[in-house]
């Protein structure tokens, strides 16, 4: 599992974005509401970090402090996950909290979904799962930082993303505590 410090090198213009002394997330209450854990990784990612915006492409979603529940929320009533679930448009992926159920973490402006699925019980374990906005699902081994590294890293490629994902030089940009 790849430490924040290792996504930095990889995007190095989210570094101004960082929090001297962290966020303070009340991860007791946003586990509470959500049901579960979540990974390691993206704990220290939301620690140091608001939510971040790649290129104006790509929308890491992190809770906000004092905000924890909605966000929380957020993520167990994904409506749009829950859609194409009835549908049978989920190829097997179910949505969270069923057992192995897909939690949000991602999202990009052009409609790709970027997930979690919550098994094995280890959250450190857990497996991203894009479906690009041409629904395809594509899983990948790695947790949240570690994805994000490769693809911007160029050492993971994820198909049917448009042409010019990543960028050469990816801007991040971070957005102000907000609910999302």
């Known amino acids: 599992m790849l430490r924040v410090?290792?996504?930095?090198?990889?995007?190095p213009s989210m570094t101004?974005?960082?929090?001297?002394g962290g966020r303070n997330v009340d991860w007791a209450?946003?586990?509470a509401a959500l049901g579960t854990a979540l990974p390691s990784d993206f704990r220290s990612l939301a620690e140091a970090y608001p939510v971040?915006?790649?290129?104006?492409?790509?929308?890491v979603s992190v809770p906000t402090p004092g905000a924890e529940a909605p966000w929380a929320s957020g993520r167990r009533e994904d409506e749009i996950?829950?859609?194409?679930?009835e549908m049978g448009d989920t190829e097997?992926?179910?949505p969270f909290p069923q057992p192995g159920?897909?939690?949000s973490w991602a999202a990009s402006n052009s409609g790709d979904s970027f997930y979690w699925r919550t098994s094995p019980a280890d959250p450190d374990a857990w497996p991203v799962v894009v479906r690009t906005d041409n629904a395809d699902w594509i899983e990948f081994p790695?947790?949240?930082?570690?994805f994000l590294a490769g693809v911007y890293g160029r050492t993971i490629d994820v198909p049917g993303m448009p042409g010019d994902f990543p960028s050469d030089f990816p801007e991040v940009l971070g957005l102000d505590d907000r609910i999302d």
């Open 29 to 31: 209450v946003l586990e």
């Open 92 to 94: 097997g992926y179910v």
């Open 52 to 59: 971040l915006v790649v290129d104006d492409f790509l929308m």
């Open 16 to 20: 101004r974005w960082r929090v001297p």
């Open 101 to 103: 159920g897909l939690i």
């Open 142 to 146: 790695v947790g949240a930082v570690e």
């Open 5 to 11: 410090e290792e996504l930095e090198a990889v995007l």
């Open 81 to 85: 996950l829950q859609d194409l679930y």
